[in-house]
């Protein structure tokens, strides 16, 4: 036989029986609505320790049952005709759930249901009662979680025959109608220190509204996020009280009443900082904030800081606590900013190696001290040991060079250089200033100016012999970027434009001569769709003052390579001589063009690319466009927190004598 067990979540009554019964959700101890009232009732199921006010969520503890450990089971007749089960007897059960998935409470069901979680257990009719009774408990609050207040389940027993030896346990829910918020009262608390009037604030901050449903999670979610919006908005040391949320069912919607006290509106005093790392000082902590004191106080300038500190490398944790400073004429409130930190390791040693179609076994180790002239004086040690590079280098860069973001860059040392193209031994020192982006703060306009003066002894090999020359250059590169992307390492939309000149003297034995080094880059992105980007490049260079023959060899323009022409290794495109030896020119085109899908598989957020790349070096002083080489390939992308990783294979479409058939690239961030 079937018994069937029906559990009434909640009655329906009619409006002229209805009696209201407020009480706050957050207080168990509240003596409960008498029988029989349902036309209005506080949110029941409240949870001893739970946050005040809080509509109880499908991951909260279930209440005590009523009556203790006792609990009614009813008599259930055995199949067989004149036997009784025995309430020790042993039982094995299977479950269906039914009405709960169309919800998308199937799977919290699942995982927090006594009877599904140990239906693989023998059990007896009493334990059965038991978690029959839990379960009931737990369908009324999931179904009151997502705002179904006037909701029915029915269990249905169904004991084992000799056909069927488990007893089937039918779960099924009827939710009912959702509950609607019908009216959210904010008022301020007698004695408030902000406006009498909170409402005009609070409302347009916590993100519920009249007509929305009565979902726990959503009200949960609106109550922790409220004091983080309002401290954005330059209240920082509101007092809210829980929330008071009557549900009627007469008329199937609910009330929400809160006091808020807003407190003064806070404005930004003094950075205090404590002496944890070197040179770290208020004055230097003060660069980095992007406010000034008085200014209005948000919770996101307050992190940005903290971030920047991070940033730094120099600190291993940061902590800034606002507290309540003086009050000013206006009304308003200083917020002083207290932080404290741990230091983080200065001194780092890194080793790296890799093999490169065309540059062959590279390995590179470099020691770094970030902070050997304090504040943020770094010095780092370089060495590179590769089949066609060699690096002795010595760095100093000052990070936050008196504002934040701003940095100088000096560096000297000795190259050598084994090229297709030419052979180069070069002692040099380089100064720059420059403003930088970062994924911190992507900034629209970034520049940068310097001056290089270096000696390098270089051998042409695109000339017949090999002569050997020595040459002086005295350059002052500058650059300076539009950016109008979304992202740094994996733009999606917009565009950048950068213009690079570099006014050179150079000095070549007996004679003299000058030369203008120009360039222009462009990018722009277009999504499609959630899926897909299109993104193209155009890249132009130009030397101008000077012929191709007089210029040091490695200061002339060359093409391909993962940053250039796709297809084809370093110095693979452009004008070559007699022994397919690439000569370098005067100017410089190159193209792009990829299509980027990005997808999830195997839980892992990934990318295929399809991309062809062209260019042209030119002994012209004009970029030209009729003998462009052309390359084409496919990709892989790893997305990461800290930007795609990808992987790219490409062939040259008009290979010419020399040129490899496949060439790999591996690398971090977008090809552009």
Do not use: C
């Not at 839990?134 to 179904?143: A, G, K, P, S, T």
């Not at 929330?243 to 806070?266: E, K, M, N, T, Y």
């Not at 060495?383 to 760095?395: F, G, L, P, W």
């Amino acid at each position: 036989m079937h018994l069937i067990l029906p559990i009434m979540i909640a009655a329906a009554a009619s409006a002229a029986q209805a009696q209201t019964a407020q009480a706050q959700t957050a207080q168990p101890q509240a003596a409960p609505a008498p029988p029989g009232s349902s036309a209005a009732q506080a949110i029941p199921g409240a949870i001893p320790g739970a946050i005040p006010g809080a509509i109880p969520g499908p991951q909260d503890p279930l209440p005590d049952l009523p009556g203790g450990d006792a609990v009614a089971w009813p008599d259930v007749e055995s199949t067989t005709a004149g036997e009784a089960a025995a309430p020790d007897a042993a039982i094995r059960y299977r479950v269906e759930v039914t009405g709960l998935d169309v919800l998308g409470l199937d799977d919290e069901f699942r995982g927090l249901s006594s009877l599904w979680q140990r239906r693989s257990e023998e059990t007896n009719l009493a334990q059965l009662g038991r978690r029959i009774a839990e379960d009931r408990d737990l369908v009324e609050l999931l179904l009151r979680s997502i705002g179904y207040y006037g909701s029915q389940a029915r269990i249905t027993i169904v004991p084992g025959s000799a056909d069927q030896p488990a007893t089937i346990v039918r779960v099924a829910a009827q939710p009912g109608p959702v509950y609607n918020f019908r009216e959210i009262t904010i008022t301020a608390p007698p004695g408030a220190l902000g406006p009498a009037d909170p409402a005009r604030i609070v409302t347009r901050l916590l993100p519920i509204r009249v007509g929305d449903a009565v979902e726990a999670a959503r009200v949960l979610s609106a109550q922790d996020a409220l004091p983080i919006r309002l401290a954005d908005a330059g209240y920082p040391f509101a007092r809210i009280a829980p929330p008071d949320i009557v549900i009627d069912h007469a008329g199937r919607d609910a009330i929400l009443s809160q006091s808020v006290d807003l407190g003064r509106r806070g404005v930004f005093g003094a950075i205090r900082i404590d002496n944890a790392v070197k040179g770290m000082n208020d004055n230097h902590v003060a660069l980095l904030a992007r406010f000034k004191p008085g200014d209005r106080y948000s919770n996101a300038g307050r992190e940005d800081l903290r971030r920047a500190l991070v940033q730094t490398g120099l600190f291993g944790a940061v902590a800034i606590k606002p507290t309540e400073g003086a009050l000013r004429e206006d009304g308003t409130q200083q917020i002083n900013l207290d932080i404290s930190s741990d230091p983080a390791p200065t001194r780092t040693i890194a080793l790296a190696g890799g093999f490169s179609t065309g540059q062959g076994v590279r390995a590179e180790g470099t020691w770094t001290h970030r902070n050997l002239l304090p504040p943020e004086g770094g010095f780092t040690a370089r060495v590179v040991a590769a089949q066609r590079e060699q690096v002795a280098q010595a760095e100093l860069r000052m990070r936050n060079f008196g504002q934040r973001d701003r940095q100088l860059l000096v560096t000297g040392g000795l190259t050598a250089s084994q090229q297709f193209a030419f052979a180069a031994e070069t002692v040099g020192i380089s100064a720059s200033l420059a403003r930088e982006s970062n994924i911190i703060w992507q900034k629209d306009w970034t520049w940068s100016i310097g001056a290089q003066a270096l000696v390098t002894r270089q051998r042409d090999r695109s000339v017949a012999g090999d002569p050997r020359r020595t040459f002086t250059v005295l350059a002052m590169p500058a650059s300076v970027t539009w950016d109008k992307s979304d992202d740094l390492l994996n733009p999606s939309r917009g565009f950048r434009l950068t213009t690079r000149f570099s006014p050179e003297f150079t000095l070549r034995e007996r004679s003299n001569f000058n030369y203008l080094k120009a360039q222009i880059e462009a990018t722009a992105y277009k999504p499609l769709g959630d899926h897909l980007v299109l993104a193209g490049r155009f890249h132009i260079g130009s030397i101008v003052g000077a012929n191709r023959g007089v210029i040091a060899p490695d200061r002339r323009f060359y093409a391909g390579g993962g940053g250039s022409v796709r297809g084809y290794v370093f110095q693979g495109v452009g004008p070559r001589n007699a022994n397919n030896v690439p000569t370098g020119g005067n100017s410089l085109t190159e193209l792009a063009f990829e299509a980027r899908y990005r997808f999830q598989a195997f839980g892992q957020d990934l990318g295929i690319v399809a991309f062809v790349d062209a260019g042209e070096v030119s002994t012209g002083v004009s970029p030209a466009f009729d003998r462009l080489s052309l390359g084409a390939g496919i990709g892989a992308r790893f997305y990461t927190g800290f930007g795609p990783v990808r992987v790219d294979i490409a062939t040259p479409v008009n290979r010419q004598r020399g040129d490899p058939r496949l060439v790999f690239y591996v690398s971090i961030g977008q090809a552009f």
